[in-house]
Every structure is written in structure tokens, then in C-alpha cells.
């Protein structure tokens, strides 16, 4: 663009006299003296200045005594006015006016503008051109059809002696090949084509002329033109000429190279990219396609002097051809056509394998990359988006796996977005036809507007954004994903967002998301309250794992089928007033409602939300009256609208009363037996005092003879305020306890309830909680280190009555808060509370020590858990719980799985040094828990990892399940946690729920998560059944399941030989005991009382499938086991010489050593809401949702359990003769 200031001195004149008119033209009275000298002025220049092509100077304001003076500046509040209110009556009249051009404005420039660089334009022409290209091929075609080459077309060229037929071969007739019949309107419209192509393609060189003629000339496209389009020129002034051949259907080359560029143009115009992999299909397509036309077009003409094909035979002959078939029926005659066949297969053999090498390499590209998932797709679909940092397949499987679990996302596509190249075991999942049709893995980052467009992110109907925990550095993955869900938030507003996190301190930078995970909070909390709530990690994995229940139905094992079958229970929900379950039970308290609903349909109501409120209440209590608005939670195997209601009349009982209410579900849970039937169940209640522990059901004192069995109130319909025993934890009922002893009463008499003053990071839930008056000074939580306030050293100097729980972590990071708040809860009691001691890698900084120095009893000391030394100076031998946690550090391994590799080796140390010790490990992966407690002999376990391969090849979700360390909840990954995530799309209350159940949230009205234990005194009540409507009618407490403990014997081989009286001893101690189990539960369970030798097959069973065969065993294989056994037995004495070595050595004493007996021959597991007629055992612990006792607390204590002891009785009195089991 060129820019030309004509400033002469007559212009500048001529510009001061301008100036001067357009004086007198503002000033009103001499307006219509100078218009047109102004006007003429100012077009004058414009004029002069339209040859520039760059800019137009209107000067015409410019005055010569203003050049060298400085314009004084407007006033203030001129200036302000001006720009408000845009006030064009004060104006600096001395400015330019400059008008910018982007092209030049001569006529070759115009032209280069419409035919090349506009894109709509050159659109046009593109199109235009394509047409006219097709049109000459299209009358080529036509031509040979109308041709007849027997007829004498006699033109110069024929008329030539040179071109005879008799010259060189007489085969060959030359006059056929150099003339064609060409009737007069095809003749016409192709030379008015010719013309029109002359001259475009003429205007076009002159157009792209850049200095170099020959360049022009000898491009193929322009060879082309000339060869098809000169010689039908030369025809109008020269008639002879007319019917001469012109291979016209080499237009189809240019009609190829017009076709691309106009798609090109296309593209452009609309402001799209289309796909590289497109563009060289169609490349390829089309260069395909002008080959076998050429081909069928020159073979036929050519053999218009041989065998006279026709055109389709010639094409026939080009397909069977270039697709190496070669039948030999169509072959060309004559020399000239042999010669074209070479000439064609040479080229294609060059062209051709280029194309479809570019092709093959954008395929690969494009397979890394993975495509785009369409837009018509993405209306017509739903879909979801999946961002990750780097692709797992046990990530990807657990996802698909939960993901693909509910019915009704059957239908849903799956779309990848990470910014790593594909795994190659994660290729080969995708390819399986099961998922290949759903799931679109696209390589890209999040971060790119353009990834997320490929990915349709606006159109999705969830985008779920996961971290790394693989990473050494969980900051920086976790501000990954905080980038991430910024990008997602900022190109889609509306799409859901459900985020992963793993640091707590990082969780309120995604507060604007629509569900956020936090993994340590969930981590931390688990292992918490697996110390007082045994295999809670077990539990909740459970709950939010999608199953049907049919785990371990084919193993002879029946706790394996009990346990596999409770396992498929979850968590539902549904409004009350559409509910078949809770329907009924409208006005009704919730405690009533839960027990009656679990009596006769087997489903357990375990929380309410109002509809005015968007809070979750888990077992809100009595005073809780059910409306039809309420959305009802419940636990059950399958969700209310996929069960199936058969109703049964049962035989009359002896009132003469029928009971019906069957319910059975599609997995056939047996909860069809009837319990505590109001009308036939009478009370006794003659002595309705209070039991003084609500951790025993106390056995109700019998009327009279001993043959009446104990009664249980019933559970009202509408609760009565004294009804329910009074729990005041505030008002510090323990106290009262404590002081019957000094020892007692010292302990947890200085503690007070509030909420922890300092949070570590933003975003915790605040929970009340027991406090220390005041706060800790930082020398005194060293528990090793005395200081100048006391000069213990040792967890045994300290005294505590309370065994210890210890913490072995790397670091003292925030997530460790979460792991202190549920021990500490205001509805622990005081004289439960254990002390913990953290056992850290690194030393605490202050920030840390500043937010625990609050709460009683909390200690640190720097160690690791390799170190037998720092094991016993932390009180090891005086804890129950250790409890540890995964390290940051050991994420760096070469191989993923051996991430673990360390934290195994030294728990499985542990466990042979301390074996009564309760070890909660966690572990990055799954899959590696098969290691944890590892016996290399013990066939029961190879059974159960061949259960476990069954399981997973049937397809369950949960085949590591039946691992003894899982189901003991010793052992638990946090990967397992990433279901909770999932399930959040169909479920959006789970992670609510979860949070209640973990205590990491607390809501006014709602109840936590607590165990109780059953002891001797309590085996009265017999069943579950019996026990909810124990729980409901007395405390309002709301069971979920059982963690029930079995005695077992875990064989090495095949032979058990005692070797010494110790031994003999041992062994017939655990028959005596085993006698006495078995009869128990001969006496009290139904299934097991069918089968007595139930463990004796199971034992065949794990042989079985541990060994190909069953031989007895000789003498030099007992001699053997003989020797194992004492080789055993002298090892576990080394162990405990080399740990009592080390307590002298230190100064501890051995006491509590010696007090440590092995429980190793036991299995654990969890029941999870089970049937009404399971029968209780003895130390089963059950899992209770306990009531807010802040949400019903008596005004004054002490009236308050005086006219709850007096309503008590009348309660017993009224309902005597009403309920009786």
C-alpha cells in the first residue's frame, strides 16, 4: 500500500483559502456564498489523490499560522463532556482524515482480487471452472456414443500421404485415430467451451504473473489447457480441421486440481478446517477416478483403428486392470494402445503409492490424535466428556465398568480427552466391540479451545475431570486439574462439571463445581473410622460399587455366598409418595417407617430430605414425621422401580391373624420371613428402667416361669419426646460414670466440647469436637522428647488408659486433619477416646501443630515404620490400630504396580512381628492387595485367587472382594473411591450420603456412623430382624449391617501333624472352641444348621482347587510337614527373642509383649443391610446410624430423664398386652 503527502506551496495555499470558505460556510449568514467552493476544493483533491491506492488526506482544515504554534488543550470538563456525550458542536477542526484501502485500486489489482484472492468470489469461478471441465468430458462421452468409425470423415490431416494404412502397418488404421466423427452441435457447444477455458485460463496466467514467463508456460495445468482447447480454436477459422481428435478427456486432470482447490476455497469462506485424513482420501479417490477414465478413454480411441472396443469395454478392461485381476477377456490389440496400458500402469505405479503412503501416515496420525466426535453426533447423541492427564487401563476399566453399569446409560458415547498418545493396552481395549462403538478417545488438552470443541464439550452432558495420583508432586496435579476445570467452566458454563482432587488446601479453587471429590479427605476419614468402626473402608466400597449381588453364588462356602450376595446392596431414592416401600407409611415417624419397611419388605431406610431442603438427614430420629414430599434413601439390592412385588397369604397362626408382605427382588434376596408382627408381639415391662450403657441391649427381665421368651417394645407410629432414651453427650453423662473411680475420673475430665479453632485449610466442615482448654504447647506433642511441662519419653510413660492408634505417614499434610476430627467428634464418648500418636517421616511444620494442638491426647514423633526402634518408642506393643498411609515418594517407580512394593514389605514385617496388631494398609492399587498377609502355602488363599479369576471373568466389578485382608477391611485403595465420582452422575446424593456416613460433614438433624458389639447378654434377641426393632423402639438407632468375625483353620498342606505337647494342646484347644462354635450356630442358625460339615468341604473344596490331586500323604511328606512346623515355631520364637532384644535395649518393658496372641485363624467380613432372619453371633459388631442427639436434647438433663423414666413406664404399661414375640 502506497502512502503519498502532497505538500507543495500552492496546495498549502490553496488549503489556507480552503480554510477560510469553511469559515465563512460555519458561520450562518455567509453559509451559502462558499458550499460549492468548499465541495469543488475538496473533491479537487480527492481527485488528484484517487490514483494513490493507499490513502486520502483531507487537509482541507489545515491552517499555516496553526503548523508551528502548539493548540492549547480543551478544558476538563469539554474534554469529559466530548466523550460522554459525544458533542460534536466543539471539535478540534485542525486533524486528517486518512482512509485506509486494502487492496490497490487498479483494474488488474481488482481483478486479482475477484478471480484469486476473494474467497467468495474465487469460489464462483472455482465452481464455474469445475463445471466446464466436467461439461468437456461429459461431450467427449457423448461424441463416442454418436461416433461411427466406418464413416469416411475425410479431413487434412487423413488427406496426408504420411498417414496412410499401408506406410508401415497395415493393422493399423491411422485415419481412425487422427479423425472422428464429430457431428456439428457437439462440434459447436465444445468449441464455445474451448473458448471460454482460453480465455480464463489466459486471464488467470496474466492474473498470477510474477516476473517469470516460462514458469507460466510449462505448468501441466496449463499444457492441458492449451492441448484441449487451441485446437478447437484453430477449427472456427480453419474448417477442414473439424473433425481432428482432441484428447478432451484429459480435462478430467483439471477438473481434479479445480475440484480441490474449490474445497479449499470453500473451507476458507465458512471459516472451517476439515481433516487432513479427508482431503487425502478424496485426493486419492479422484486420482483413482482420472486414471481409469484416461485409461478407458485412450485405449478406446486407440483401438478404434484395431479391434474397435466400445468405451464400457475399455473401462471394463482399466478396472480388472489397475485391480490386478487380469481376466485376458478384454485386451487391447494393437501397439499403440499396449503402449498407452504401459504408459498408465507406470504412472500409477509411481502416483499411486504415494498417495497411499501420505494416506497411511495420516491414518496413523490421526489414530493418535483419535478424530473429532462430529457435531451432528453430539445433537443427535449424548455423550460425555472424560479429561485425564495420562490414561490407566485400571482407570479407564473402572470407569467404563461403572459407567456402563446403569440402564439407562446404556445409550451414552464416551469421549477421551487427554493430552498423552494412546497406551497401547488401552488400544487394544477399545478395539474390543464392546466398547470400540462408545468410547472415541481423543488426544488434545484441555486447555485448547480447539480439543474441546473436537470433544463437543458445549454439547455434553457431563464432563468428568480426574488427577494423577500417580504423580510424586499431588500439588502440581492437582493445579492440572484445577486448570482444567477452569477451561471446561470457561468454553462450557453449562455443561456439569465432577472434579477430582486430591489435596484438601486446593478443593475450594472448584467450589463452582457441580460434584468435587477430595481423595484425601475421603482417605483420611476412612482410615479414621476404621479404628472404631472396623472395616468401614469395606463398607462404603460396597455401597458405591455397582453389583447385583451374584458375587461368590457358585462357591460351596457360605459365607462367601452371604457375603457375595449382601454386597450388591446400594444406595436408592425415591419420593414417598410414589414409593411402594415407604408409600404407606405417610405421617408416620421415620423410625417407624424405616423398621416396618425392613420387616416387610427387607429394604433399610437410612435418611430423609425434606423438599424445602436441600440437606440430607441420615435417620433424623422419631421426631421425624414422614411427609408425601420427602425424597426417602434407602439401602436395598436393587432400586423400588426395578423389583418385583409377589404377595403371599401365610398359613393362619394360632391368633388367627395373617401376615402378608413378600418381598422378592430379581436377586432373590431370602427377606421373606415375617418378624414381629404388631398384633401377635405382647411387651412385659415390669421393670422399664433405662439400660445404664447403650452399648448392650439388656436383656428385659421375664414374668415369671423362664419359659416365656423376652419381649421387645414396639417401635410407635408417632414418637412420644420420652419414648427415646435421652443421649445428652453435652451435658457429659460420663462424668458421672468416671466418678466412681479416681482413676477413671482423671481421665477426659478437663476436656470441653467446641469447635477446633484453627482450620489447616479452606473449605473444612466444621465439626464439633473434644477440646483442650487450652491449647498444647508444641513441645509437648513430641512423644518421644520430654520438654520442661512433663518428661515422658515413651508412649508406656504416659499411662493411657485407651489403647494407642498410630499413624505412619510421610508427611504431616492437611488430609491428617480429617483423619483426627471423626476421633475426636462430640458424640464419641470421652472414656472411648484413644490416644494418636502419628508417626511422620518428616517432622510437622508449625501450621500443622498449631491446627492439632487443640485436641486431647494427639501426638507425633518422627520415625518410620522399618525402624523396629521407632515402632516401640511409639507405643506399638500398647496400640490396636496402625494405620498406613500410602507414600508420595514411592509413586516414581518404574513399574506402576511396584509403587506399593515397600509399603507391602514392611506390613507384612509387622505382621509377623506383632500378629494381634490391627494393620490398615493402604495402597495405590487393587490388584496388589493379594499380597497383603501373604501365606505362600496356604491353599485356602490359592482358592480364593482362583475365585478371584472366576469372578472377574464373569465380568464382576468387585472380584478382588473376596481377598480375606479386603473383607476384613484390613486393607483398602483409594482408586476404589473412584466409583463414588461415577455414580455421582446418575446419583447425585452419593457423595452427600458418603460424607455423612465418614463424618466429614455434619448437619444439624442428622446422625452418624457408630458400631456396637454383641456380647453374650445379647444373644437373646437372636435375629436381625428382632435386633432393628430392638434398636428402633428403644434408642432409634437405624442398623445397616453386621461385621461378623469366624473362627477358621488356614491349612499349609495337606497333612496338619502336631509335632509336641504344646502343639497338641494348641490344637485341641481350637477343636474344643470349634466344637462349641459349631454348635452355637447349629442351635441359632437355619443355613448352617443344614449344613454341619459345611467347613469340612469347603476345606475339600480349597484343596481342590489349590491342587490337581489329591494324594495321601506319605511318610517322608509328614516327616516334612513334621520339620515345617518346628521350623515355624522356632522362627516365630526368633522374631520374639529379637523384639523383646530390642524393648531391654531401649528401656521398655516386656510385659505387654508377652500378652500378644496370635489371631491369625480368623476371617472377616461385611454384611451389608442382610435379611430380617439372619441370626446374630456372638461378637458380631453391628453398624448403627445413631441419631443427632443434639437435634432432640432435653432442656434440663435431669427432668429430662426423670419424665423420660416416668413415661417409660407408663409406655410399658399400655403396651403390655399389645406386641409379644
Known amino acids: 500500500m502506497n502512502i503519498f503527502f502532497s505538500l507543495r506551496g500552492t496546495v498549502v495555499r490553496q488549503i489556507a483559502e ?3 470558505v469553511a469559515e465563512t460556510v460555519m458561520s450562518p449568514p455567509r453559509r451559502s456564498s462558499s458550499s460549492h467552493g468548499d465541495r469543488s476544493s475538496s473533491d479537487t483533491l480527492q481527485k488528484n489523490n484517487s490514483s494513490n491506492s493507499g490513502v486520502i488526506l483531507d487537509i482541507s482544515n489545515l491552517k499555516m499560522a496553526d503548523v508551528d504554534t502548539e493548540v492549547p488543550p480543551l478544558p476538563p470538563r469539554y474534554r469529559f463532556r466530548d466523550l460522554v456525550l459525544g458533542d460534536q458542536t466543539f471539535q478540534n477542526d485542525d486533524r486528517v482524515q486518512v482512509e485506509f484501502y486494502v487492496n490497490e485500486n487498479t483494474f488488474k489489482e481488482r481483478l486479482k482480487l475477484f478471480f484469486i484472492k476473494n474467497q467468495r468470489s474465487s469460489l464462483r469461478i472455482r465452481l464455474f471452472n469445475f463445471a466446464l471441465k466436467i461439461l468437456t468430458c461429459a461431450l467427449y462421452i457423448v461424441r463416442v456414443s454418436l461416433d461411427n468409425p466406418n464413416k469416411e470423415n475425410p479431413c487434412v490431416i487423413c488427406q496426408n500421404s504420411s498417414v496412410r494404412n499401408t506406410t508401415e502397418s497395415p493393422e493399423i488404421n491411422w485415419k481412425l485415430i487422427f479423425c472422428v466423427d464429430r457431428r456439428e452441435p457437439v462440434w459447436a457447444i465444445q468449441v464455445t467451451v474451448a473458448l471460454i477455458s482460453f480465455l480464463e485460463t489466459m486471464l488467470i496466467t496474466y492474473l498470477s504473473y510474477k516476473g517469470n514467463i516460462w514458469e507460466q508456460i510449462f505448468q501441466i495445468s496449463f499444457i492441458l489447457e492449451m492441448i484441449n482447447t487451441v485446437p478447437f480454436i484453430i477449427t472456427i477459422f480453419w474448417a477442414p480441421l473439424r473433425n481432428i481428435f482432441v484428447p478432451v478427456f484429459l480435462n478430467c486432470w483439471l477438473a481434479k486440481g479445480a475440484l480441490e482447490n474449490m474445497i479449499n476455497d470453500f473451507h476458507r469462506a465458512i471459516q472451517r478446517t476439515h481433516s487432513a485424513m479427508f482431503n487425502q482420501v478424496f485426493i486419492l479417490i479422484c486420482t483413482l477416478l482420472c486414471l481409469v477414465f484416461t485409461g478407458a478413454c485412450g485405449i478406446q480411441h486407440l483401438e478404434r483403428a484395431g479391434k474397435n472396443l466400445s468405451l464400457f469395454d475399455s473401462f471394463y478392461f482399466c478396472i480388472v486392470t489397475f485391480s490386478t485381476v487380469g481376466y485376458g477377456d478384454v485386451t487391447p490389440q494393437i501397439w499403440p494402445s499396449q503402449l498407452l496400458v504401459v504408459i498408465l500402469i507406470c504412472v500409477a505405479l509411481v502416483v499411486l503409492p504415494l498417495q497411499f503412503e501420505e494416506l497411511a501416515y495420516l491414518w496413523m496420525e490421526s489414530q493418535k490424535l483419535g478424530g473429532n466426535y462430529s457435531r451432528h453426533r453430539a445433537q443427535t447423541e449424548k455423550h460425555v466428556v472424560l479429561c485425564v492427564s495420562s490414561l490407566k487401563i485400571d482407570l479407564l476399566m473402572d470407569f467404563l465398568n461403572e459407567f456402563y453399569a446403569h440402564p439407562r446409560l446404556q445409550d451414552y458415547y464416551v469421549v477421551i480427552l487427554c493430552p498423552t498418545e494412546i497406551d497401547i493396552q488401552v488400544r487394544r481395549i477399545l478395539q474390543i466391540p464392546l466398547w470400540s462403538q462408545r468410547v472415541i478417545y481423543l488426544q488434545g488438552s484441555a486447555l485448547k479451545d480447539q480439543d474441546l470443541m473436537r470433544a463437543k464439550m458445549d454439547d455434553a452432558e457431563a464432563c468428568f475431570i480426574l488427577s494423577s495420583r500417580n504423580e510424586v508432586d499431588r500439588t502440581a496435579a492437582d493445579h492440572q486439574t484445577i486448570l482444567r476445570a477452569w477451561a471446561a467452566k470457561d468454553f462450557a458454563p453449562n455443561c ?46 460396597l455401597l458405591v460399587h455397582t453389583s447385583r449381588g451374584q458375587e461368590g453364588q457358585m462357591s460351596p462356602e457360605q459365607w462367601q455366598r452371604t457375603y457375595g ?23 408416620k415417624s421415620f423410625t417407624y417407617a424405616s423398621f416396618h419397611a425392613h420387616k416387610k419388605y427387607g429394604v ?11 440437606s440430607i438427614l441420615l435417620n433424623p430420629g422419631p421426631r421425624h414425621i414422614m411427609a408425601a414430599t420427602d425424597t426417602c434413601y434407602y439401602i436395598n439390592i436393587t432400586k423400588e422401580e426395578n423389583s418385583a412385588f409377589i404377595f403371599k397369604q401365610e398359613e393362619k397362626h394360632n391368633k388367627g391373624l395373617s401376615v402378608t408382605g413378600l418381598y422378592d427382588a430379581p436377586s432373590r434376596l431370602p427377606v421373606h420371613s415375617i418378624i414381629a408382627s404388631m398384633g401377635t408381639v405382647a411387651i412385659d415391662l415390669q421393670h422399664p428402667d433405662p439400660p445404664e450403657e447403650t452399648s448392650k441391649l439388656t436383656l428385659p427381665t421375664e414374668n415369671g416361669a423362664g419359659s416365656r421368651r423376652p419381649s421387645i417394645a414396639p417401635v410407635l407410629e408417632i414418637a412420644d419426646s420420652s419414648a427415646i432414651l435421652p443421649c445428652d453427650l453435652l451435658s457429659d453423662q460420663s462424668e458421672d460414670e468416671t466418678n466412681q473411680s479416681d482413676e477413671e475420673g482423671s481421665v477426659g475430665s478437663d476436656f470441653v466440647k467446641g469447635y477446633p479453632p484453627n482450620s489447616p485449610y479452606i473449605g473444612s466442615s466444621p465439626t464439633l469436637c473434644h477440646l483442650l482448654p487450652q491449647k498444647a504447647p508444641f513441645c509437648c506433642l513430641r512423644l518421644d522428647k520430654g520438654c520442661t511441662h512433663n518428661s515422658f519419653e515413651d508412649a508406656k510413660a504416659y499411662g493411657f488408659k485407651n489403647k494407642l492408634i ?53 501426638y507425633f514423633m518422627a520415625g518410620t ?25 514411592t509413586m516414581s517407580a518404574e513399574e506402576d504396580y511396584m509403587a506399593d512394593a515397600k509399603t507391602i514389605v514392611n506390613v507384612q514385617t509387622m505382621f509377623r512381628l506383632f500378629p494381634s496388631l490391627s494393620i490398615i494398609t493402604e495402597l495405590t492399587h487393587p490388584s496388589n492387595m493379594r499380597f497383603m498377609q501373604f501365606r505362600a502355602k496356604d491353599c485356602y488363599s490359592l482358592a480364593l485367587s482362583k475365585l478371584e479369576k472366576i469372578e472377574r471373568d464373569k465380568g464382576s466389578n468387585l472380584a478382588f472382594m473376596f481377598r480375606l485382608p479386603f473383607a476384613a477391611g484390613r486393607v483398602f485403595s483409594i482408586s476404589m473411591l473412584d466409583t463414588l465420582l461415577y455414580q455421582s452422575f446418575v446419583k447425585d446424593y452419593m457423595i452427600a450420603i458418603a460424607r455423612l456416613l465418614l463424618g466429614l460433614d455434619t448437619t444439624p438433624g442428622s446422625g452418624y456412623l457408630c458400631v456396637m458389639k454383641i456380647t453374650e447378654e445379647d444373644l437373646w434377641i437372636r435375629t436381625y430382624g428382632r435386633l432393628f426393632q430392638k434398636f428402633c423402639s428403644s434408642s432409634a438407632e437405624i442398623p445397616i449391617g453386621i461385621y461378623r468375625t469366624e473362627s477358621h483353620m488356614f491349612s499349609t498342606s495337606e497333612s496338619q501333624v502336631s509335632v509336641n505337647v504344646d502343639q497338641g494342646v494348641e490344637h485341641r484347644e481350637r477343636g474344643e472352641s470349634w466344637k462349641e462354635k459349631t454348635a452355637h450356630r447349629n442351635s441359632t442358625t437355619s443355613d448352617q444348621s443344614e449344613h454341619p460339615l459345611l467347613r469340612k468341604k469347603s476345606m475339600q473344596w480349597a484343596r481342590r482347587l489349590s491342587r490337581k490331586s489329591a494324594k495321601p500323604a506319605s511318610r517322608a511328606e509328614r516327616i516334612s510337614q513334621q520339620r515345617l512346623n518346628l521350623y515355624q515355631r522356632s522362627e516365630r520364637q526368633e522374631l520374639s527373642e529379637l523384639v523383646k532384644n530390642r524393648m531391654k535395649h531401649l ?41 443427632d442427639p443434639l437435634a432432640h436434647m432435653p432442656e434440663d438433663s435431669q427432668v429430662g430423664q426423670a419424665r423420660s423414666t416416668k413415661n417409660q413406664q407408663d409406655f410399658g404399661t399400655q403396651s403390655k398386652d399389645e406386641t409379644h414375640l
Request: aromatic share 10%; hydrophobic share 40%.
Open 865 to 889: 515404620i522399618d525402624n523396629l526402634d521407632n515402632l516401640l518408642q511409639c507405643g506399638i506393643i500398647y496400640a490396636d490400630n496402625l494405620v498406613v498411609v500410602d507414600k508420595e515418594s
Open 565 to 587: 450376595r449382601c454386597s450388591g446392596n446400594e444406595v436408592y431414592h425415591i419420593r414417598l409418595c410414589d414409593s411402594k416401600f415407604f408409600g404407606e407409611y405417610d405421617g
Open 18 to 20: 480552503d480554510r477560510a
Open 604 to 614: 433399610c431406610l437410612i435418611g430423609v430430605k425434606r423438599e424445602d431442603n436441600k
Open 496 to 541: 456439569p462439571l465432577y472434579v477430582q482432587i486430591l489435596k484438601p488446601e486446593n478443593k475450594f479453587h472448584v467450589k463452582f463445581a457441580d460434584h468435587v471429590v477430595c481423595e484425601e479427605e475421603f482417605k483420611y476419614a476412612m482410615l479414621a473410622l476404621n479404628c472404631v468402626c472396623p472395616a468401614t473402608s469395606t463398607l462404603v466400597t
Open 806 to 858: 498410630i499413624v505412619s505417614a510421610e508427611t504431616a499434610g492437611n488430609g491428617l486433619y480429617n483423619f483426627i476430627v471423626p476421633l475426636r467428634a462430640y458424640y464419641r464418648p470421652r472414656k472411648e477416646l484413644n490416644p494418636i500418636v502419628l508417626l511422620l517421616d518428616y517432622p510437622p511444620d508449625n501450621h500443622f501443630l498449631e491446627a492439632i494442638c487443640c485436641f486431647p491426647m494427639v
Open 1147 to 1187: 528401656g521398655l518393658p516386656t510385659v505387654g509383649y508377652d500378652e500378644m496372641n496370635d489371631h491369625q485363624n480368623t476371617l472377616s467380613y461385611v454384611l451389608i443391610n442382610p435379611p430380617p432372619d439372619t441370626m446374630l453371633e456372638l461378637h458380631d459388631i453391628v453398624y448403627i446410624i445413631r441419631s
